[in-house]
Nanobody
Framework: QVQLVESGGRLVQAGGSLRLSCAAS????????ISWFRQAPGKERKFVAA??????YYVDSVKGRFTISRDNDKNTVYLQMNTLKPEDTAVYFC????????????????WGQGTQVTVSS
């Protein structure tokens, strides 16, 4: 069992930056792939970024703007978001799975409660 708690979401102006945190507790953190997803109002939840071992994965729309990092000593995964755009507005979720990387929502076993990011134009 893994418990995930996101934080860091808030209202920010377009062009601004935010850092989201995903704190994990429970079973061995190092054994899990941790990913970020987001869900805009009325839309499906979609993959944003993941960190698996030494590899990082990003959806095309955030490449060059978002950076995922992982501190195994603190059991925390971060999502640094720069040059934010109104279309980045969504609830951001972190998720964990005990296997190799996947961008599919259905592949993840554990989810946090989400943190709201709102980017004003």
């Amino acid at each position: 069992q893994v418990q995930l708690v996101e934080s860091g979401g808030r209202l920010v102006q377009a062009g601004g930056s935010l850092r989201l945190s995903c704190a994990a507790s429970g079973r061995t953190f190092n054994d899990y792939v941790i990913s970020w997803f987001r869900q805009a109002p009325g839309k499906e939840r979609k993959f944003v970024a993941a960190r698996s071992g030494f590899s990082s994965y990003y959806v095309d729309s955030v490449k060059g703007r978002f950076t995922i990092s992982r501190d195994n000593d603190k059991n925390t995964v971060y999502l640094q978001m720069n040059t934010l755009k109104p279309e980045d507005t969504a609830v951001y979720f972190c998720a964990a799975r005990a296997s190799r990387f996947s961008a599919a929502v259905s592949a993840y076993e554990y989810w946090g409660q989400g943190t709201q990011v709102t980017v004003s134009s």
